[in-house]
């Protein structure tokens, strides 16, 4: 059954502010969640993928009451990930409004817990977030926020996470990763050739006609971004923005864009 590409942004959560970073590191602000989600709902974007940045690193999730302030200014699909090291968190999650937990680091320190997860909530409910620094024929597999090496090969650990039970795969180029020079396609191609559930592609939009490339060319289901859905111009002002759906049939269609980017302030 044909399935409609979805484009999603990646907003990435920093000590509750919406951050965006280069490579993972030096965030620059961004804006208030509950108003930049607020702004992506009026857009009826097609799903919403949050990322702790801080949780990555300190295996603290964010408190049950933020969460639930996130997902209740949403009415589109929302998945979190970041910090979540017990299968009842992840319960948790779906209780306040999200309909998808993002794991990371878990997939390297405690696997057991993901397939305990998947099996309870379902795999279209567990994503597994894979992050890959390194070009073409050297590629590294990282976690904890690049700061670990778990792998010399993202197809073989994103097989393992299919094994674990996850129902989807977050594949990030951390080269790649804001600084708008295209998605790392070879990659993306290599993660979604290996496994037979739906795979996001993300790092490293710069264009809007560049979201069409892991789909038409490298097999996604999906395309992710963040800096291309949050800034704008040279300058990279804070201009939260998603393409109109007449917009998106034409990146679907052909790749190009022609029309000028709708901003709106966050």
Same mark, same amino acid.
Do not use: M, W
């Given at each position: 059954m044909f399935v409609e590409p979805r484009f999603i942004p990646a907003l990435l959560l920093e000590d509750g502010r919406f951050v965006k970073?280069?490579?993972?590191?030096?965030?620059?602000?961004?804006?208030?969640?509950?108003?930049?989600l607020s702004i992506f709902n009026e857009f009826v974007v097609d799903e919403i993928i949050i990322l702790d940045i801080t949780a990555a690193r300190t295996r603290t999730?964010?408190?049950?009451?933020?969460?639930?302030r996130y997902a209740e200014e949403c009415f589109i699909p929302?998945?979190?990930?970041?910090?979540?090291?017990?299968?009842?968190?992840?319960?948790?999650?779906?209780?306040?409004?999200?309909?998808?937990?993002?794991? =990371?680091?878990?997939?390297?320190?405690?696997?057991?817990v993901v397939e305990a997860a998947a099996s309870r909530y379902g795999s279209q409910a567990v994503v597994a977030s894979i992050d890959v620094r390194g070009g073409e024929g050297f590629r590294e597999v990282v976690v904890r926020g690049n700061s670990e090496v778990v792998s010399d090969s993202p197809a073989e650990w994103a097989r393992r996470a299919v094994g674990l039970g996850?129902?989807?795969?977050?594949?990030?180029s951390v080269d790649r990763e804001g600084t708008g020079q295209g998605f790392d396609l070879e990659l993306i191609r290599e993660v979604a050739e290996a496994v037979t559930v739906p795979v996001i592609g993300h790092g490293g939009a710069g264009r809007r006609m560049d979201l069409a490339g892991p789909v038409h060319d490298a097999g996604a289901s999906a395309?992710?971004?963040?800096?291309?859905?949050?800034?704008?111009?040279?300058?990279?002002?804070?201009?939260? =923005?998603?393409?109109?759906?007449?917009q998106i049939k034409k990146i679907l269609d052909s790749g190009r864009l022609n029309q000028p980017d709708a901003p709106r302030v966050a």
């Open positions: 970073t280069r490579q993972f590191s030096d965030p620059v602000y961004v804006g208030d969640p509950v108003n930049v999730r964010q408190p049950v009451e933020a969460l639930r929302i998945a979190y990930g970041g910090g979540l090291v017990e299968v009842d968190q992840f319960g948790e999650c779906f209780h306040v409004g999200f309909e998808k937990a993002i794991v =990371n680091t878990i997939l390297s320190e405690a696997p057991a996850v129902g989807e795969i977050l594949i990030t395309t992710a971004a963040g800096t291309l859905f949050v800034f704008q111009g040279p300058a990279k002002g804070v201009l939260v =923005n998603y393409p109109p759906r007449q």
